[in-house]
């Protein structure tokens, strides 16, 4: 089955300063990969995501980067804020009979002031 | 207007106790899901239904059970609890059962089992 690894599993940034979140994932058939968003004691919620037909996709502070070769996608968020601190989650899922979405272990992001 | 809603929000109980969580979806969605949350915060798929059909069900002991009368439900029973049932339980919901851009997945607020 599909594994996803997540690193690093703490981060702490400064705000203003740029964040990256990297991920690797085992299965070459997985085609799409979402970023999730998961406030202290709260629901985890989608921010982006991205298909395997594309390299990058934006949305205001954040971005989501794609490299199938290598089989790993990232997210940036740029000037950080404190309402971004908490804990993210990649995961990559494969198309078939009964896909699902197979999550990394989190990032739990700090933004300091 | 919450539209993935699951009750109870929180629960207590002692080991070898019956409980039952349900939850609910308002969002027309053919596919829920049942996902635990560890106290690391790994997050693990349990169960996947898609209209009222099981369609996933990962190594959960079978002490746990999924139920869907409908395609807007998806109630999970757990019997004789253990300590190692404390978790977040999230219910979630997709259009279909292949999550992607036009089908995301959708969490409830998640309920917080605890076993004492």
């Known amino acids: 089955g599909e594994n996803v690894e997540q690193h690093p599993s703490t981060l702490s940034v400064q705000e203003g300063d740029s964040a990256v979140i990297k991920c690797t994932y085992s299965?070459?058939?997985?085609?799409?990969f979402p970023w999730y968003k998961q406030e202290l004691g709260k629901r985890p919620q989608l921010i982006i995501d991205?298909?395997?037909?594309?390299g990058e996709k934006k949305d205001q502070r954040i971005a989501v980067t794609l490299n199938k070769t290598a089989k790993h996608f990232s997210l940036h968020i740029t000037e950080t804020q404190p309402e971004d601190s908490a804990v993210y989650f990649c995961?990559?899922?494969?198309?078939?009979?009964?896909?699902?979405?197979?999550f990394g272990t989190g990032t739990r992001l700090q933004v300091t002031l | 207007d919450t539209a993935v809603s699951q009750t109870p929000k929180y629960l207590v109980t002692q080991m070898g106790n019956d409980k039952s969580i349900k939850c609910e979806q308002n969002?027309?969605?053919?596919?829920m899901y049942w996902y635990k949350q560890d106290s690391k915060k790994f997050l693990k798929i349990m169960f996947s239904?898609?209209?009222?059909?099981?369609?996933i069900n990962e190594t959960v002991p079978n002490r746990f059970s999924p139920k869907s009368p409908d395609k807007a439900h998806l109630n999970l029973h757990i019997n004789s609890l253990e300590l190692g049932d404390s978790a977040v339980y999230f219910c979630?919901?997709?259009?279909?059962?292949?999550?992607?851009?036009?089908?995301?997945?959708?969490f409830g607020n998640g309920t917080r089992l605890t076993v004492t």
């Open positions: 979630a919901s997709s259009h279909n059962r292949d999550p992607s851009l036009n089908s995301p997945l959708h």
């Open positions: 299965d070459s058939a997985s085609n799409y």
């Open positions: 991205i298909r395997s037909n594309v």
């Open positions: 995961a990559a899922r494969r198309t078939g009979t009964a896909s699902k979405l197979t």
């Open positions: 969002l027309g969605h053919d596919t």
């Open positions: 239904y898609n209209n009222k059909e099981l369609i």
